[in-house]
């Protein structure tokens, strides 16, 4: 009975969708991008800002000592607009003319949705630990492509994208292709970008609540925000963006609380 009602809501939804006359628009992706991105940033941009004023924030902070600036949020900031609209827009044109929006009149059940996301974050996990991974072993790959994204050590919400124009594509054509390679319903995919971004930025978002996702999956499989803060902290630990086990297979894995915090102001790496 409730898998019927959830399909019969996914139903809804995409003959909600499917008259939306934005969705065939070239200019629906950027936008999509930029919407999603920025709605899963502002409550943590919002915590940040209260952060000195209410002490249960504080009690969250990975790492306590940190602070976010409006010159820090405002770079980042400027850095994922330059980026979307002299990158992401463009190309967003061309695949949209290349590969126009199917439409079919069915949504996918609600079983299709949830194992194609699965599979869609399994897929792409192991693209960027193998991408992320190369780009820290080899100097000249790190120090002209992936050294901006660690610009800092203690990682903030709109720090996920803060990255140089070929870590931003990079990640870009994983997050688009993988979801054509598995034959994914276009609601499902827009459901995967949703659910990958809002992972993305939780896992820098430098908070650890109790409802964290890492929490509510068992036996260590799923790293989230202090699995991903350590990285940046460690440097070379950590690869994988959300699960636990290539980094576990390949010996790079750490437990944040098994390293002691650094203490001080937040540092910027150089």
């Known amino acids: 009975m409730a898998h019927s009602v959830s399909t019969e809501a996914l139903q809804i939804l995409w003959d909600w969708l499917r008259q939306q006359s934005l969705l065939r628009s070239p200019f629906f992706p950027v936008l999509f991008s930029l919407t999603v991105y920025l709605s899963c940033c502002l409550p943590y941009i919002c915590l940040d800002l209260l952060y000195y004023r209410l002490t249960l924030v504080r009690r969250f902070k990975i790492q306590p000592q940190s602070k976010v600036t409006w010159a820090m949020a405002w770079k980042c900031l400027r850095k994922i607009l330059h980026n ?9 044109v061309v695949h ?6 199917f439409s079919p009149l069915l949504a996918p059940r609600m079983f299709t949705v949830l194992r194609d996301v699965l599979a869609c974050l399994l897929l792409f996990d192991m693209q960027y630990f193998f991408w992320h991974l190369l780009h820290h072993k080899v100097s000249w790959l790190y120090h002209f492509f992936h050294k901006e994204h660690h610009f800092y050590t203690a990682s903030f919400s709109l720090t996920t994208e803060h990255t140089g124009v070929w870590e931003m594509l990079s990640l870009s054509v994983f997050t688009t292709l993988n979801p ?48 991903h ?32 915090r650094k203490s001080g102001k937040i540092s910027e790496r150089s």
């Open 229 to 260: 803060d350590l990285h940046h902290l460690k440097f070379k630990v950590n690869y994988a963006p959300y699960f636990t086990h290539w980094d576990r297979f390949l010996g790079t894995l750490r437990r944040g609380e098994d390293t002691q």
């Open 84 to 92: 979307h609209v002299c990158f992401i827009f463009p190309l967003s």
């Open 96 to 101: 949209w003319y290349f590969r126009p929006v």
């Open 180 to 227: 054509v390679l598995l034959d994914c319903h276009p609601l499902t995919e827009m459901l995967f970008y949703i659910t990958n971004m809002y992972l993305s930025v939780e896992a820098h978002s430098g908070y650890e609540f109790p409802w964290s996702p890492h929490r509510l999956v068992p036996f260590g499989l799923y790293g989230g925000a202090r699995h």
